[in-house]
């Protein structure tokens, strides 16, 4: 059990890691050069560094203002309040491993700055640095992180409410867009629009956790109990059974089982399933409406 702990802390490490290369390469590389904000905290993270930079600029001990009012700082210091809320909200691992990964975006960030960018063209900075902050974001959610931000007024708002992370990070983003358009011109607030709408997208379709499914699974009367009880023992979340159904091409007696499971946890499911009969029909199909009490998967 602490071997299994250990791969998973290392795991998360490295995902934590990995969506900071993915925010510091969207950051310097397409944002910054195109003008471009990245909505939420880091957007407003530009937007406090681009106000120090123009009209804040002084030292303090010789040291500039702007050395510590830089987008990597400003994004650690906005993210703290934060913490509490997830803290209280999502869950103490949850928060610690929060706390790793926006530590690790604004190292990755500091020393990813300076890189030459690929292009200044505000459409292409726009989607590329979108899909790839998107990307990010996605893959640290499915693996249990967050990256902080509106990441985590999001969670913590699907808990309570039929709303997905994208779309609480869109809406959030529009004030900082209105703030970039004030700053840096109304072009660059559009195309920041541009890029925080592929932003969620992308990240709606790597977070699965959020989509959930309807999932039929027919399989032999004999073992309706074997599979029912390692569904439950992998899953948490409640089955219909429909028992006496016949199959019309053999005629063998047949059970079908209905349950809805977020998409994450499809191959929990099938794999529970197969354990006990190999040959178990499965197929899922997207819920579009869902009135009744659901069983969020633990983050």
């Not at 699965?208 to 074997?226: A, F, G, N, P, S």
């Amino acid at each position: 059990m602490k071997a299994s702990s250990y791969r998973q802390s290392w795991r998360k490490l490295t995902v934590a890691i990995f969506y900071g290369l993915c925010l510091g390469v969207a950051l310097n590389l397409f944002w910054i050069p195109g003008r471009i904000s990245a909505g939420g905290v880091t957007g407003l993270a530009q937007v406090i560094a681009i106000i120090f930079d123009r009209y804040l600029n002084f030292s303090i001990f010789g040291l500039q203002i702007t050395k510590i009012m830089s987008p990597a700082n400003l994004i650690f210091l906005i993210n703290v309040p934060l913490f509490w809320i997830a803290w209280r909200d999502i869950g103490k691992s949850f928060t610690i491993f929060t706390f790793i990964t926006v530590l690790m975006s604004s190292v990755m960030i500091s020393a990813l700055t300076g890189l030459k960018p690929i292009t200044t063209d505000p459409m292409i900075c726009a989607i590329f640095g979108a899909v790839i902050n998107g990307a990010g974001i996605g893959f640290a959610l499915r693996n249990g992180l967050s990256s902080g931000g509106t990441d985590i007024i999001g969670l913590a708002l699907h808990k309570r409410m039929e709303i997905t992370v994208g779309t609480v990070n869109t809406i959030i983003n529009a004030g900082v867009v209105l703030m970039t358009g004030f700053l840096e011109g109304w072009p660059s607030a559009l195309y920041s629009v541009v890029s925080i709408f592929i932003s969620g997208k992308v990240l709606d379709v790597v977070y699965t956790r959020q989509q959930r499914l309807q999932v039929m699974i027919v399989t032999d009367k004999q073992q309706t109990d074997c599979v029912v009880k390692s569904i439950q023992s992998s899953v948490e979340h409640g089955i219909t059974v429909f028992r006496d159904a016949e199959g019309a091409y053999a005629h063998q007696s047949k059970v079908v089982l209905l349950t809805i499971i977020s998409r994450a946890e499809l191959g929990q499911l099938e794999d529970a399933v197969h354990k006990e009969d190999r040959h178990a029909f499965i197929t899922g199909t997207e819920v579009v409406q869902l009135d009744g009490t659901f069983v969020e998967p633990q983050i």
